[in-house]
């Protein structure tokens, strides 16, 4: 019960700072020329997963848990992982569109960054645990205190409750295709029921 509480409060947390990480990137984005916009969003998304990672670990500080490698930071550091590389197309998908060479080119430099964000932000977040300092830094303490804004909000608490739910419902799906294609190999992933704010 408590890891399906923990799911569920990851996913409210995921889902609150993506509407507030949408705000701020529309604006920057905005703001700069129109020339370097592709490239601000990709450095963007790198910021964007790497805040995230250290407050996926002030949550589980906030709610008494200690950073170290214990079963409930494992899990949760599993699932930011799972949340990082969810838009990545499987091999299966992109052999399909492969005739369509334009279209195959841009998935393919899609899912190599898609990677390299997930995998170096994994890296940092793992490496927090052992130097804490980026846990309660400033951008930090911010980012976590306007998160938990939002998710106090009445009407906007409520939406983000639901999809916490459905969070825990498209992992688990995830997780069950998984093992499914361990054993079989034959399906396509289910897609979770929402996008997040920022594919909007």
């Known amino acids: 019960m408590k890891i399906i509480t923990l799911l569920f409060n ?5 889902t609150a ?5 949408f705000w701020i990137k529309f604006l920057l984005v905005f703001m700069v020329p129109e020339t370097v916009r592709t490239r601000v969003r990709y450095f963007l998304q790198l910021l964007q997963s790497l805040f995230l990672g250290t407050l996926v670990l002030r949550f ?3 709610e008494g848990h200690a950073l170290n490698l214990n079963p409930y930071v ?3 550091i599993i ?27 841009q998935l393919k430099t899609k899912n ?22 980026s846990i309660d830094s400033m951008a930090s303490a911010w980012f976590y205190q306007e998160t938990q804004a939002i998710i106090d909000l009445p009407l906007l608490g409520t939406i983000f409750k639901i999809f916490g739910f459905f969070f825990i419902l498209g992992l688990t799906m995830r997780v069950l295709w998984s093992i499914q294609q361990l054993t079989q190999g ?3 992933p289910p ?9 909007v």
């Open 74 to 76: 494992i899990i949760a």
């Open 112 to 133: 190599d960054w898609e990677w390299t964000v997930a995998l170096i932000s994994l890296a940092l977040t793992l490496a927090s645990l052992a130097y804490p300092a």
């Open 79 to 105: 699932t930011y992982f799972l949340y990082l590389i969810r838009n990545i197309h499987s091999q299966k998908r992109m052999v399909q569109i492969h005739m369509y060479s334009n279209l195959y080119s």
């Open 191 to 199: 897609r979770e029921g929402f996008d997040d704010y920022e594919e």
């Open 10 to 14: 990851l996913g409210i947390l995921f």
């Open 186 to 188: 034959k399906k396509e």
């Open 60 to 62: 589980l500080k906030e």
């Open 17 to 21: 700072f993506a509407f507030l990480w």
